[in-house]
């Protein structure tokens, strides 16, 4: 089964700064998709960016950008230019290309810091 | 992208009564799917709701508890059935287009007293 990790529980951010967060993945599969979902207080699950991983190059969306290493399994969100909007759980997820059932990781809580 | 429409937003609800939440989706949709988010933790599925069929649960999930009803492609309601506290959650739908990133409604929190 696939499994999500997301190995910082929390992490904290001056405004302005940029920040990294960690994700893991194990797969058997070689054709998946892979999503940042960013949930603010208002428990509204947004979606930030998403990654084929078929493609090599790394998504970007605006301020937020991925470092996807397929080989490694790992899919680490960078947000630049950190904003006070920013503060919220960050959910690491997968999806098969054959399923759309999504598998999330634990979450990382986001502070910053004005 | 879908916009999901989830209600109610929260209730608190007696031990042993039943609470039905409802998810509209204002495009047709294959797939939604309802999810758990105990406090603290992060989103499981329950259950994928397939229209014109029974829906699709995960281990430790069960038909009796969570009854699951999807008339057709733009509509779905999850029951949560004989609550008790620890029933306490956030209740997510989601929908989503084969290969589309799903996109989620608002979330029920569901309070058992």
């Known amino acids: 089964a696939q499994t999500v990790t997301q190995s910082q529980p929390e992490m904290s951010v001056q405004e302005a700064e940029t920040v990294t967060l960690s994700c893991t993945y194990d797969t058997s599969e070689s054709d998946y998709y892979l999503f940042w979902y960013k949930q603010p207080p208002s428990r509204q699950m947004i979606l930030v960016i998403r990654q084929e991983a078929y493609k090599q190059q790394n998504a970007t969306e605006n301020r937020f950008s991925v470092n996807f290493q397929k080989a490694a399994k790992s899919f680490s969100l960078k947000i630049s230019d950190s904003q006070l909007g920013d503060a919220a759980m960050y959910f690491c997820a997968y999806r098969e290309t054959s399923g759309s059932r999504l598998t999330f990781g634990e979450g990382t809580q986001l502070t910053v810091n004005p | 992208s879908a916009v999901i429409s989830q209600k109610p937003s929260r209730d608190i609800c007696q031990r042993g009564t039943s609470l039905t939440i409802q998810c509209q989706v204002d495009s047709q949709v294959t797939m939604m799917f309802w999810y758990r988010q105990q406090p603290g933790q992060s989103l499981t599925l329950i259950a994928t709701a397939n229209q014109g069929s029974e829906a699709t649960y995960e281990s430790g999930f069960v038909i009796d508890k969570f009854p699951i009803s999807r008339p057709n492609l733009t509509f779905s309601t999850l029951t949560v059935s004989n609550m008790s506290p620890e029933d306490s959650s956030i209740y997510l739908c989601?929908?989503?287009?084969?290969?589309?990133?799903?996109?989620f409604g608002d979330g029920t929190r569901l309070s058992i007293l």
């Open positions: 989601s929908a989503g287009i084969r290969n589309q990133p799903q996109h």
